[in-house]
């Protein structure tokens, strides 16, 4: 089985054609799998292997071949590399990697005597997106378990648990320091890192304080905690600020309705009072032949137009019959 | 007052209901208006069952119009203008309105009416 370190791609800062290559072959590896038809596409190789499930992530590394539990030693190998060419670049491009390493990190670094190789591995973590940092920890975590469960295994490496602390850090940092980002998706992000940070203190119970690890992820529960109340009282804000808006918006489009039927009332309104001096409404609306809507003279008894009969013949009343028709005269 | 919201509304409504019979009956109001024809009846019975399916604020209002104001003189105002307007225009409906004004006029005003007893009567 090929080693993943020699194909993986890791995400560095200053990509060397060694690196390219390695992508290349990886890409091309990954397009053997979606003509294998085992993935739908590319994207979701990518997608599988950034924020896919551990048991997805393994399945797909079976798939292509590779060792799934020799990933994060291949992340820091590539990484060292990838320190090391960098160190040995120009001076210029030195004193670029020296600017991005703050302070906070070289001051761990020199307190652990760490080499330049491990303090570069640091500044990658730091390049990463949150997900990325998140699913490094993930991946951190499961090693761990791995080895815990492994006894040919060293019980510790120091290597993974320095990224682990340093990944912790990041993501503090990020998390308690206020940003624009959108509050749902922090709320979110929260979540997902809460879930995280509880298997994180599974893999590094019991909590000591000889365990610095284990420590600061107790620490870190705490300032999620604290975050996401804060973060859910914004929301619970927002929301009313929107409610109120929506409310706003409602009552103008009220309005302008009000104002559409008040310039309609007062177009027709004049007319309206002005109504008596032709026929009223009710008989105007009588008027018209349902027929034909010739205008009709209410006198006649049928339309002109078409002939409809528009009403009963209209009996005489008593008073206007003749004599002879109410009853033979007067009946005394 | 002519320009007011409820006529330029009412205006509106006609010139699309008369265009798509224009566009559904190519030919039939030129013909019928050259053959003195009357086909208020058809066009009201084809169409004036549409105004049910308008939304109920809508058929409020129209209902509300037709039923408390007095809306009669609204009606040869408009037609005439309509009239004119159409005049101006290319196709069969402008050459109705300039060679058969009386025709077109007619017509309009019975639909109108039609139209009001429907509104008041069956919406």
Known sequence: MKGIGEILPVNVSNPNGE???????????LGELVSAKKVTSLAEAVRILTEGSPENQAKLFKDLGLDYGSLIKAQVEMLKQASEQMAESSKEKQALFEKLVDEKMQNRAAELGLTKELLALITGIQSQSTQQVMAMMEKLNEERFKRLEESNKPKEDPIANLLMQTAIDILKERITKPSDQDPRSKFQELLEFQKLLQEASKAFAPV??????????????????????RLQHELEREERQERLKLEERRT??????????????????????????????????????????????????QCLRCGLPLRPPIQPTLEQRPVSQVGGGLDI | MIDSVFVKKAKEYAILGLEYFERENSGRILESAKQNLDIAKEITDKYL??????????????????GQAWIHPFRDQMIDTLVT?????????????????????????????LALLYIAREM
């Open chain 1, 19 to 29: 690196i390219k290559e390695a992508v290349n072959t990886f890409t091309e590896k």
């Open chain 1, 208 to 229: 000591s304080t000889n365990n610095p690890i284990s420590m600061k992820l107790e620490e870190m529960k705490i300032d999620v905690e604290r975050e996401k109340i």
């Open chain 1, 252 to 301: 103008e489009r009220l309005a302008s309705v009000f104002e559409k039927i008040a310039e309609i009332a007062g177009a027709v309104l004049p007319q309206f009072l002005n109504r008596s001096q032709g026929l009223s409404h009710s008989a105007a609306l009588s008027a018209i032949c349902p027929n034909c809507g010739e205008n009709v003279d209410p006198s006649k008894p």
């Open chain 2, 49 to 66: 069952p549409e105004l049910s399916k308008l939304d109920l604020f809508t058929k409020g209002i129209l209902k509300s119009a037709v």
């Open chain 2, 85 to 113: 307007e159409l005049a101006g225009r290319e196709g069969e409906l402008g050459q109705v309105a300039r060679e058969y004004p009386e025709w077109l006029r007619d017509h309009m005003r019975r639909v109108f009416n």
